[in-house]
């Protein structure tokens, strides 16, 4: 990637500061096949975006791309206007982009507190000479995360988890667990990896409700999901796409009606 | 609850495990105690033994620390260990090849050095990729130590190991001239008599030694395991890809905690080279390495109650088997090679699997209410 093109995104995305997420031209192959293929897209802040599409259409490879997981083969991601192409997945977090998995494995030997007390960046106690330096600031800013775990898990109504063995909670739970832990991490945009997937309608529909209340609160987010009815209530715009490309962006009722989305899931 | 506030709730608190250890290692000590009353064990052997107690403990607490919290895996513990035994010895000794003679004091901060710049040098190329890569490059690692300790004989002296090793306070004021100056005593009379004199005061400055190399890694690890560094840790064991997505930098991380550890080991060196006097390349064997690995595992992965306790059995089966009328070395083997298999079939999380001392206090209520492998078990009459 030249320094020309990385001023100019800089550039363009700065006069539209209302973009958080914007991904230009990514593609990524694996052998002979291409599993992202110029995809080209951008995620308005406060928005809640479905990225959908059929199996194998690349949308997980996509969500690796962007969060630094894989390497791009060409095209670039800014988020907030900030080139982050080629960057490690630590550093592309700590510009705000958090992501979850499809599934998310569980913490051993680990409360459901202490799993979301690993959410919070750049924690002075992160800092191996920090504990015995500063303990004061250390233990400060633990009670100042503990407080902050325990709200959260109230909001989402699983604070009666909190003590569990983070190994002891169902699929569905650690779902949850693992959209408070991200909220923890407050980012400027959450990516979300098939939340819904193996959750039961209860869960799911707390899941929906919750996300929904993010949203409101200001959060925006990416959003993968293999449940259409789940992105259908929840995303605004939707991203359809197929065979590593975008094949068109609209609201859900527009999406739903067009002939080549129905082709590309059908055909 | 407090040992000395309540000892019965105390008691009544602990796991069935911490109850048994404890009580095994109440009856070991009072066994103990009888052999040393009736002569069968010397006080200079025995305060030996608690010295290789403590080696072995140090080296289970640093593997520990790479393995139990970071799943590191470091087939090079007798490396790090020889390059701490040997970076001492070289300083220090006056039978060294290179420098020799100097403080035992600079001999242990060249031997940490060292041991930082090994871990450094394997860490660096290993630690991005998959935990095996590491452990492959470690086998290695310990070969070519070894290696080069046995061969490069105009840096080490080759097969004829380092002598003149002096004793770690050597040179101290008050502790370097403490077992000189001790009287002689003199318990009992006749043959049976227990005469306690230099070389007595010696190991027990010895003993001292390194119940401050343990007492001060223990806390240091305690502190780190149980801080939002430690957790951090632990999350990369489990899943390495979710600590990235987080914002944590993983390399760095297993790093720390992969130097740290080898720090540790190398201190067990350091100790062993002054306890000794005399190192060989035949201290840098594999077999270390294993007895290091059953220990951690014995012990519990990711336990430092359990990496002493570990260290500690370690010990005991091998100078315990001395006492058999028998050929002890097979003996040794097939007591150590007996307990895994036991052990896997019957407790594959160890004597004293990790607890409370992982917990950062007030992640926990008091119990959590289900028990887990890795969790206390909840007491009867409890929710």
């Known amino acids: ?111 459901v507190r202490e799993a979301m007390l690993v959410g919070p960046r750049n924690q002075p106690g992160e800092s191996f000479l920090k504990l015995f330096t500063a303990p004061g600031e250390v233990g400060e ?25 983070a190994t002891k909670i169902s699929g569905g739970q650690m779902k949850l667990v693992e959209l408070a832990r991200a909220m923890l991490s407050e980012p400027e945009i959450l990516l979300l990896d098939e939340p819904a997937a193996g959750v039961n309608p209860t869960l799911r529909n707390k899941l929906a409700e919750q996300i929904r209340r993010l949203n409101e609160q200001g959060t925006t987010m990416l959003l993968i999901e293999h449940d259409m009815e789940f992105v259908m209530e929840l995303a605004d715009p939707v991203i359809v796409l197929d065979q590593g490309s975008v094949l068109m962006e609209g609201r859900p009722d527009e999406v739903q009606s067009d002939d080549r989305v129905i082709d590309a899931y059908l055909g | 609850m407090s040992l000395v506030e309540d000892p019965k709730g105390y008691w009544t608190d602990l796991t069935v495990a911490e109850k048994g250890v404890t009580a095994g290692v109440v009856l070991f000590a009072g066994a103990l105690l009888v052999s040393l009353l009736t002569g069968g064990l010397t006080p200079t052997y025995f305060l030996y033994l608690v ?49 020799g003679g100097l403080p035992p004091v600079v001999g242990l901060l060249a031997a940490l050095a060292l041991a930082a710049i090994l871990a450094l040098f394997i860490g660096i190329p290993t630690l991005r990729l998959r935990a095996d890569y590491l452990a492959i490059a470690s086998i290695g690692l310990a070969e070519v130590v070894r290696l080069i300790v046995l061969n490069q004989d105009d840096w080490t002296n080759g097969s004829a190991g380092v002598r003149g090793i002096p004793s770690f306070f050597d040179g101290w004021p008050v502790l370097g001239t403490f077992p000189e100056t001790m009287p002689t005593l003199v318990f009992g009379s006749g043959p049976g008599a227990t005469v306690l004199s230099t070389s007595f005061w010696q190991a027990l400055s010895n003993v001292a030694l ?21 957790r951090v840790l632990r999350t990369i064991r489990s899943d390495e890809d979710l600590a990235r997505a987080l914002g944590k930098n993983t390399y760095s991380f297993k790093m720390q905690s992969f130097v740290l550890g080898s720090l540790i080991m190398a201190l067990a060196g350091v100790f062993y080279a002054h306890l000794n006097l005399y190192v060989s390349p035949g201290d840098l064997d594999p077999i270390t390495t294993f007895y290091v690995w059953v220990a951690v595992i014995l012990g519990g992965s990711g336990s430092n109650r359990g990496a002493l306790f570990g ?11 001395r006492a058999l009328p028998l050929d002890a070395a097979p003996i040794r083997l097939l007591a150590i090679g007996v307990i895994i298999v036991l052990l896997m079939r019957f407790r594959p999380q160890g004597v004293l699997p990790p607890q409370r001392e992982l917990i950062w206090p007030g992640t926990v209520d008091e119990t959590p209410q289900q028990p887990d492998s890795g969790v206390r078990e909840t007491k009867a009459g409890e929710k």
């Not at chain 2, 390194?210 to 780190?224: D, I, K, M, N, Q």
């Open chain 1, 141 to 165: 800013a633990e009670s100042k995360n503990m407080a902050d775990v325990d709200r959260i898990l109230e909001e989402f109504e699983i604070d009666h988890l909190a003590t569990q063995p």
């Open chain 2, 51 to 99: 010295g290789i107690a403590g080696m072995y403990a140090l080296l289970s607490l640093g593997l520990n620390s790479q393995w139990g919290f970071s799943g590191l895996i470091n087939f090079s513990v007798a490396a790090f260990f020889g390059i701490g035994a040997y970076g001492t010895a070289l300083a220090s000794a006056s039978g060294s090849p290179i420098a």
């Open chain 1, 1 to 111: 990637m030249s320094e020309q093109t990385t001023d100019t995104e800089t550039a363009a995305t700065m006069s539209k500061d209302d973009v958080v997420l914007s991904v230009d031209g990514l593609v990524k192959t694996f052998g002979a096949l291409v599993a992202t293929d110029h995809a080209t897209f951008e995620v308005e802040r406060g928005t809640i975006t479905g990225l959908i599409g059929p199996n194998g259409a690349g949308k997980s490879t996509l969500f690796n791309l962007i969060s630094g997981f894989y390497e791009t083969d060409e095209g670039s991601v800014s988020v907030n206007g900030t080139d982050v192409t080629g960057q490690e997945p630590y550093e592309i977090a700590d510009h705000g982009l958090i992501r979850t998995f499809q599934t998310p494995r569980k913490l051993e030997g680990m409360t």
């Open chain 2, 210 to 230: 390194v119940l401050a190399f343990v007492g001060v890694s223990y806390l240091v690890l305690r502190r780190a395991h149980r801080s939002p560094w430690g």
């Open chain 2, 311 to 321: 260290g500690v059995v370690i010990v005991a089966i091998q100078e315990g088997t």
